[in-house]
């Protein structure tokens, strides 16, 4: 089989896996895009970006534009002479020039089921609203924000302790074997397109910080939906004393459950408690009255400190009877 020349474009972590697939693949990486370097992390260090770093350890040439809408910019594009440009979580547009300049198009590696959840954050939304699965598109990339005909599908379930980290690490994971099955089908001239019904769309927005508040008064299994699926970014939050107080894992607890926490702190009865109020505390978690059952906070994080489980939190806090939110 004759290997595909191949620029690759993509920025954060979810997008190594599949590089490094193409690497090791008969196929050859001839430039990856990025975006450029950014100050992180307190010092405000410029830090190589995860897909940048994986092509300089690899002696890979290496292409930051801040757009792609200068035609000296394309042309540098071209003169790459590509058979397919990958793209996964890059986060630049392709303008139509830029989609045509490859020989077989722009590929896409898109964290979800499409035509459901276009869009920046598929991952986190599928799992907020109680989605069972979700999946991989490779998708042929068209104008239009995920609109392109798809190419393959993988499925990844969701099950009831997955978080935004754990499902974007099997999809990355599986994304690396989908964009080479792809590529060995149009290579052997059996792809099947296959069209998007518009009717069965859905949007995914791009997250932000306010995405996260807790509303007590919502449903202890929509809560904890919430909780996983912004877990590790933006961190679903609730308010404490005024601040902004992280919680990084839970449970919902169940009729067929018996937690046997510590019956002397309890304060109120889930059904008397109003939403948000602290009901009881122990080292097996801390129970917070919700719109309908109990949520069981494990990990949290406090204003300015760092993140804990709830055994290391009881040692020197309380949030017995606290009004969170």
């Known amino acids: 089989m004759k290997g595909l020349r191949i620029i690759y474009a993509g920025t954060p972590e979810f997008a190594v896996p599949a590089l490094l697939a193409l690497i090791d693949s008969e196929h050859e990486v001839v430039a990856v895009y990025t975006q450029p370097d ?6 405000r260090k410029i830090r190589y970006g995860a897909v940048k770093q994986v092509a300089v350890d690899y002696n890979i040439p290496v292409e930051q534009p801040l757009a792609l809408k200068e035609q000296a910019i394309q042309q540098t594009l071209a003169d790459y002479n590509a058979d397919v440009m990958i793209v ?11 989609l045509d300049t490859p020989t077989y198009g722009c590929l896409n590696i898109h964290g979800s ?8 954050a598929p ?3 599928a799992i907020q609203v109680g ?7 490779i998708m042929q990339m068209a104008a239009g924000l995920d609109t392109g005909d798809m190419l393959h599908k993988s499925i990844c379930p969701i099950t009831s302790t997955d978080t935004g980290q754990s499902i974007h690490d099997k999809l990355a994971k599986q994304g690396a074997s989908d964009i080479l099955t792809v590529l060995n089908q149009l290579t052997e001239g059996t792809l099947t397109p296959e069209k998007q019904d518009e009717n069965q769309t859905s949007y995914a927005h791009k997250l932000s910080k306010e995405d ?12 904890d939906r919430m909780i996983r699926a912004f877990n590790p970014w933006p961190v679903a939050f609730t308010e ?36 948000g109020m602290v009901i009881n505390e122990s080292k097996q978690g801390i129970e917070v009255a919700t719109g309908e059952g109990t949520l069981i906070i494990h990990r949290l994080q406090m204003p300015g400190k760092k ?19």
């Open 131 to 137: 989605d069972n699965e979700t999946g991989n598109t």
């Open 113 to 120: 089921l499409l035509p459901k959840w276009r869009g920046a």
């Open 307 to 325: 993140a804990m489980d709830v055994k290391d939190f009881l040692n020197g806090h309380s949030l017995s009877s606290v009004q969170l939110g």
């Open 88 to 98: 996964a979580a890059y986060g630049l547009i392709l303008p139509q020039v830029v």
């Open 212 to 223: 996260a508040k807790i509303n007590w008064s919502n449903t202890a299994v929509e809560i």
């Open 38 to 43: 950014r100050p992180s992390g307190r010092g």
């Open 240 to 275: 404490y004393h005024g601040k902004p107080m992280k919680i990084w894992m839970s449970e919902i607890k169940g009729k067929d459950k018996d937690e046997q926490l510590d019956n002397n702190k309890m304060q109120a009865s889930t059904e008397e408690a109003p939403a």
């Open 123 to 125: 991952i986190q939304w």
